[in-house]
């Protein structure tokens, strides 16, 4: 099994940063994706950025130039510093490790973390 814990919302004014982390436990596959995803009530959960163990990055268009993504594979860890945040940058963000069968590339399982809110205040 895998856990996910996540640190770093809050309340922050427009133009201001946060910075969330996400530390995983348990059996984590050496084949995996991190990200994150952010989810506002009555919307689908979207991707806002995922990372590689390689390092590869995908940003969704929205936060490209504002939000950067970084893991310590060591640690087990991602984090996603967030600058120059917009009110409409509010959600729950959540955290989500996919494990992924080496032999054939094909996603096995995802995992999510409980999610912590973002509010940016206009």
């Known amino acids: 099994q895998v856990q996910l814990v996540e640190s770093g919302g809050g309340l922050v004014q427009a133009g201001g940063s946060l910075r969330l982390s996400c530390a995983a436990s348990g059996s984590i596959f050496s084949a995996n994706v991190m990200g994150w995803y952010r989810q506002v009530p009555g919307k689908q959960r979207e991707l806002v950025a995922s990372i590689t163990r390689g390092g590869s990055t995908n940003y969704a268009d929205s936060v490209k130039g504002r939000f950067t993504i970084s893991r310590d594979n060591a640690k087990s860890t991602v984090h996603l510093q967030m600058n120059s945040l917009k009110a409409e940058d509010t959600a729950v963000y959540y955290c989500?490790?996919?494990?992924?069968?080496?032999?054939?590339?094909?996603?096995?399982?995802?995992?999510w973390g409980q999610g912590t809110q973002v509010t940016v205040s206009s």
């Open positions: 989500n490790l996919r494990l992924f069968d080496r032999s054939n590339g094909l996603p096995l399982k995802d995992y």
